[in-house]
């Protein structure tokens, strides 16, 4: 297929790239196991999160990158949002909101924030004073109340952490989308002549994500198994986002 990129060149083509996991069930995994755990399904379900982990960190780690999302801003000191004194979120959407708008011609509709920085959101005074609360509360503010409080149409939670330690090491877990916020112009479904941040792009008509199965003999009375997914992160026009 072609797409069109964002500074008006046309790229004739792209690599639907193959990515795949494998493990081994050995013998003694199908007779250490009991219900509810089933050796196979286990491994399969093992090996499909890994890759999911994967795909979504390729995709964040785009995202999160100034040189890639050229239109941006850093918070720093009291601008942070657990500042809840004198930070402001509510502005910072409001101007990106306008600087894609202007960049693209179509305001954002979607707002990604880790789990951490939603928390701090549902309690910030200024977004409870704009949804007609006073500085509090009983209970914190919802994913639709967010959206609502900063002009969009879906705020998305990403609650994935992730290990960085080598095998063997203690755990050192890290949030995947760190303390970044996305702003982006995201719809629902795919159409023609329409603004959009980018796809995630498969060959019609396949599966994207496959399940082999083969005996193996080394160890003896194994089973092989490779989860196989295809796909395509494509990034149409990075002027539709905005890295906070």
């Known amino acids: 297929p072609s797409r069109k990129t964002c500074d008006g060149h046309r790229q004739n083509t792209y690599m639907i790239e193959s990515h795949g996991l494998e493990d081994v069930v050995t013998e003694e995994d199908y007779r250490n196991v009991e219900q509810p755990f089933d050796a196979e399904k286990d491994s399969v379900m093992t090996l499909t999160t890994v890759l999911w982990l994967g795909k979504e960190k390729g995709l964040a780690d785009s995202l999160r990158s100034t040189s890639v999302i050229t239109q ?22 409001v101007t990106a909101k306008n600087t894609i708008r202007n960049a693209c011609g179509k305001a954002p509709d979607t707002m990604i924030a880790d ?45 994935v952490v992730y290990n960085s330690a080598k095998e063997g090491q203690a755990d050192s877990l890290s949030a995947l989308w760190g303390k970044d916020v996305i702003f982006a112009v995201a719809p629902d479904a795919p159409s023609k002549l329409q603004k959009t941040l980018g796809y995630r792009v498969q060959i019609a008509g396949v599966g994207a994500r496959k399940v082999y199965k083969q005996p193996t003999f080394n160890p003896p009375n194994g089973m092989e198994i490779l989860v196989k997914d295809e796909y395509d992160m494509v990034l149409v026009e990075t002027a539709c986002a905005y890295l906070v």
């Open 115 to 159: 789990w951490a920085v939603a928390e701090t959101l549902r309690y910030h005074p200024k977004i409870l004073r704009n949804l007609g609360y006073a500085d509090n509360r009983a209970g914190s503010l919802t994913n639709d109340e967010l959206a609502k409080a900063l002009g969009m149409r879906r705020f998305l939670v990403a609650d």
């Open 72 to 93: 941006n801003v850093t918070l720093s000191g009291t601008s942070q949002w657990n500042d809840y004194t004198n930070s402001d979120p509510i502005g910072v959407a």
